[in-house]
């Protein structure tokens, strides 16, 4: 019967789902010779990176188009040279970032398309996916939940593309601590996990109507528990 549940479980990966931006495109600060005394329309070329819009004390400050030698390109606000206020940032591979930023990366509020179709909207930090944001997969699963260092960590929900659900702990986008899953035959497990696994003390309830509580460990039955047919 557990190889029934293993069988159920496989297919379903447990892996950092998130990836940012930061790194591909990182901001540098450009200067002039002249120093104007307000912000101007202007162009500063570094190598074969180039920049056309304000510029203030030799920097990138107020509005501006930066297309990177990388083929990164950013559009929007500047301040002192660096990514700050509201913008979009296209990379070379094709993903895309649109909300807010702040001292040149990624913090507040931003939605993220990657080229394979996923999306993740919400909260944002120091250019990571961090605080509570939800995640549409290319696959069609969908995780709405807590994010620490672009990782599912905390509170969160996962509907999987077959129709499974878990909602509960995570842990580095594990399920980690007490959660509940749902299969969509039916079956229903709730209690502790640990590192993805059951692991703990939980309840297994069949859509037949048996019933297992007691200790798992690694996914397996372990030790004294107590069955219900």
Same mark, same amino acid.
């Given at each position: 019967q557990d190889?029934? $549940?293993?069988?159920? $479980?496989?297919?379903?990966?447990?892996?950092?789902?998130?990836?940012?931006?930061? !790194?591909?495109?990182?901001?540098?600060?450009?200067? $002039?010779?002249?120093?104007?005394?307000?912000?101007?329309?202007?162009?500063?070329?570094?190598?074969?990176?180039?920049?056309? !819009?304000?510029?203030?004390?030799?920097?990138?400050?107020?509005?501006? $188009?930066?297309?990177?030698?990388?083929?990164?390109?950013?559009?929007?606000?500047?301040?002192? !040279?660096?990514?700050?206020?509201?913008?979009?940032?296209?990379?070379?591979?094709?993903?895309?970032?649109?909300?807010?930023?702040?001292?040149?990366?990624?913090?507040?509020?931003?939605t993220c398309k990657l080229v394979d179709g996923s999306v993740y909207e919400g909260e944002w930090k120091g250019g990571k996916a961090h605080g509570r944001g939800t995640m549409k997969y290319a696959n069609g699963a969908v995780y709405e939940g807590d994010w620490k260092d672009s990782t599912s960590h905390g509170k969160g929900t996962i509907k999987y593309d077959n129709g499974n659900i878990y909602e509960g702990d995570w842990k580095d986008a594990k399920r980690h601590g007490k959660g509940t899953y749902k299969w969509a035959n039916g079956d229903v497990y709730d209690g502790e996990w640990k590192d993805g696994f059951r692991h703990g003390e939980g309840t297994h309830e069949r859509v037949n109507g048996n019933v297992y509580k007691g200790r798992f460990k690694n996914n397996k039955k372990y030790g004294k528990g107590t069955k219900k047919y």
């Open positions: 190889q029934e $549940l293993v069988d159920l $479980l496989r297919g379903v990966k447990d892996e950092k789902v998130f990836a940012s931006l930061k !790194g591909k495109c990182s901001h540098t600060e450009y200067k $002039l010779q002249r120093r104007p005394p307000l912000a101007m329309p202007g162009e500063i070329e570094r190598g074969k990176d180039y920049y056309e !819009g304000e510029i203030l004390d030799g920097k990138a400050d107020g509005w501006g $188009l930066m297309k990177y030698a990388s083929g990164c390109v950013y559009e929007g606000d500047w301040k002192d !040279g660096k990514r700050h206020g509201k913008g979009t940032m296209e990379d070379d591979s094709g993903d895309m970032y649109e909300g807010d930023w702040k001292h040149g990366n990624e913090h507040g509020k931003g």
